[in-house]
């Protein structure tokens, strides 16, 4: 879904070498990102606007007046200082942008910084899903264990990419039309903003599932048992398709038959809902992708692929006789 835009978006905005060829994109990406950093929105949005930023900024494209790169830098300037004053805060920027997940550990404070985001969301099984992900990384496996039931007993599993996607959603909803105008942009302007959010989430905030499901892979019976209730619960309360997918190719390597077999109907429900995107381009229109989008910020992403499906036409559960 979105694949070209996304790709079009996110070359432009992360990777401004490689868009330097193309003046207009890169004139129309820093009058997009400016527009949608002098908007209201909150931390979370301010920290990723940055990174967009800074991106424009380093375009070298003559394109880019003096001007108008004074406006970037000094709006840019503005929300780096308040970033720097909240972050310690926020849980889901210390989640997504502290350099303290996956392999690439860098800071020596991240043992803080761990239990920073516990303190301040440990309710959230996510967050205990990616602290358990890291014990796996750091070859603890008490902190695997802990993290796996404290998920396991938690209230909700809210991934980061949804408060991402939703902060970013509201700011480039906010920027004029008029700036969204170049000719490989072929949605309106609730669309664009969509896309743009949801590239950006895609790219950045996501977590690293290879922690996961390499320590679940190889693993002695106890630790399988565990990983297959923390796969069935994320595949069953995660409200994103990518969780879900994830979950379910663990629960076929370390789940009992009656696990299997819950996975297998959620694979299968899931499978009939990305098939209905497959004309999501062509079917909806602007009014119509927007609601998505409102629908995939407010209730998560299987919400939003009923809506589609229903607005094409297709029931939202696969009838008796459908097949992956």
Partial sequence: MH??????????????????????GNLMNARVQLAAAKAPGDLVSDAYLVKMMDGALQADDPALDPGLRKDLSETRDELQARVD????????????????FGYSVTREDCGQVWARIEQLDGDNGYHHFILMSQAAQENDDDGFERHAL????????????????????????????????????EYGPKGAAGVMAMALSAAIALP??????????????ERR????????????????????????????????????????TLERQSRWLQSSMARFDQDLDDSETGE???????EGEFSALRY???????PVEPPADWQP
Wanted: hydrophobic share 45%; aromatic share 8%.
């Fill in 85 to 100: 004053a909240g972050m310690n805060d926020d849980p889901v920027l210390l989640a997504t942008l502290s350099n303290c």
């Fill in 308 to 314: 589609a499906a229903r607005v094409m036409g297709r």
């Fill in 225 to 264: 048992r565990l990983c297959a209730r923390v796969a069935l619960h994320m595949a069953e309360s995660s409200t994103l398709l990518i969780d879900r997918s994830i979950a379910i190719a663990v629960l076929k390597k370390v789940g009992s038959p009656a696990e299997l077999e819950r996975a297998n």
């Fill in 150 to 185: 404290k998920m396991l007993d938690s209230s909700h599993f809210t991934p980061s990419a949804i408060p991402v996607f939703t902060s970013l959603y509201e700011r480039y909803r906010q920027v004029p039309e008029v700036l969204w105008d170049h000719p490989e942009l």
């Fill in 3 to 24: 694949k070209s835009l996304a790709l079009f978006l996110l070359t432009l905005s992360l990777a401004p070498t490689a868009g330097a060829r193309d003046a207009e």
């Fill in 292 to 298: 998505y989008f409102d629908l995939f910020a407010s």
């Fill in 208 to 221: 690293g599932y290879q922690q996961f499901v390499r320590a679940c892979e190889d693993a002695g019976e």
